[in-house]
C-alpha cells in the first residue's frame, strides 16, 4: 500500500507570499494531522482532521488555516508567509481505531 | 519546563552495544507514548509504541514506560551504524481516538561507532 503522500516536497517562496501544502493519506485512514519541524527541533502540532471537521489546532497563528476533502486528502495553507515559517511541513495519517501516526515525507519549504 | 524532554546529545555508542535513550514529559494524564527514528533530511518514521507501564518488546527494540515517574525510555540492543539517526519521543495526552495531537521532544542525535 502507498504512504502517505505530500506535495510539493520543496517550494521556495518569499515574504508576504501564501503557499498550499497538499497531503494524502493511506487509504483507508481518516485523519489527517498537519506538523511544523524547524531545524534542529522536534515537529510541532499545527492542526488535526477527523472526517472533514477540526479535532484541534495548535499554537499557531490564523495565517494558518487547513481543510479536509471528502476523500480525506488535507491542505495546509499559510497566508502572509514570514522568514520564521521556513520549515518542513510533515503531514501524518491515523487508521481508525488507533492512535498512530505515519508520517508522509514532508514539504520543504524555504522563505526568502 | 518543556512538556516532553529529550537529551539532546549527541550519544554515541559503539556498534554491537546497546543503545539508551530517556524522555521525560510533564502531563500526568498522558496516555500514549511514541519513538520516532528521523533520518538527516527525511520524515520521522514510527518504531514503537506503549501504552502500559513496563516494558514492550519488537525485535532489537525495547520500549519502557513508568507513568509514576512521568518516564519513558528507547533501548536498542545490538547496535548497528544504520540505527544512527534523531530519535525522537512524543506524548499524547489523549486517550480518545479522533483527537490525536502528539508532543515531541527536541530528539536525542545517535551515532553508532563502528
Not at chain 2, 49 to 74: C, H, M, P, W
Request: glycine share 8%; aromatic share 12%; proline share 6%.
Amino acid at each position: 500500500d502507498a504512504g502517505v503522500t505530500q506535495s510539493p516536497t520543496h517550494l521556495i517562496k518569499t515574504r508576504g507570499q501564501q503557499v498550499t501544502l497538499r497531503c494524502s493519506p493511506i487509504s483507508g485512514h481518516k485523519s489527517v494531522s498537519w506538523y511544523q519541524q524547524v531545524l534542529g527541533q522536534g515537529p510541532q502540532f499545527i492542526f488535526q482532521y477527523y472526517e472533514k471537521e477540526e479535532r484541534g489546532r495548535g499554537n499557531f497563528p490564523d495565517r494558518f488555516s487547513a481543510r479536509q476533502f471528502p476523500n480525506y486528502s488535507s491542505e495546509l495553507n499559510v497566508n502572509a508567509l514570514l522568514l520564521g515559517d521556513s520549515a518542513l511541513y510533515l503531514c501524518a495519517s491515523t487508521p481508525s481505531g488507533v492512535e498512530t501516526q505515519y508520517f508522509g515525507p514532508g514539504t520543504r519549504l524555504l522563505v526568502l | 519546563q518543556k512538556e516532553v524532554e529529550q537529551n539532546s546529545g549527541p550519544l554515541s555508542v559503539p556498534e554491537g552495544a546497546i543503545a539508551s535513550l530517556n524522555c521525560t514529559y510533564s502531563d500526568r494524564g498522558s496516555q500514549s507514548f511514541f519513538w520516532y527514528r528521523q533520518y538527516s533530511g527525511k520524515s520521522p518514521e514510527l518504531i514503537m509504541f506503549i501504552y502500559s507501564n513496563g516494558d514492550k518488546e519488537d525485535g532489537r527494540f525495547t520500549a519502557q514506560l513508568n507513568k509514576a515517574s512521568q518516564y519513558v525510555s528507547l533501548l536498542i540492543r545490538d547496535s548497528q551504524p544504520s540505527d544512527s539517526a534523531t530519535y525522537l519521543c512524543a506524548v499524547n495526552p489523549a486517550s480518545n481516538f479522533g483527537n490525536e495531537k502528539l508532543t515531541f521532544g527536541t530528539g536525542t542525535r545517535l551515532t553508532i561507532i563502528p
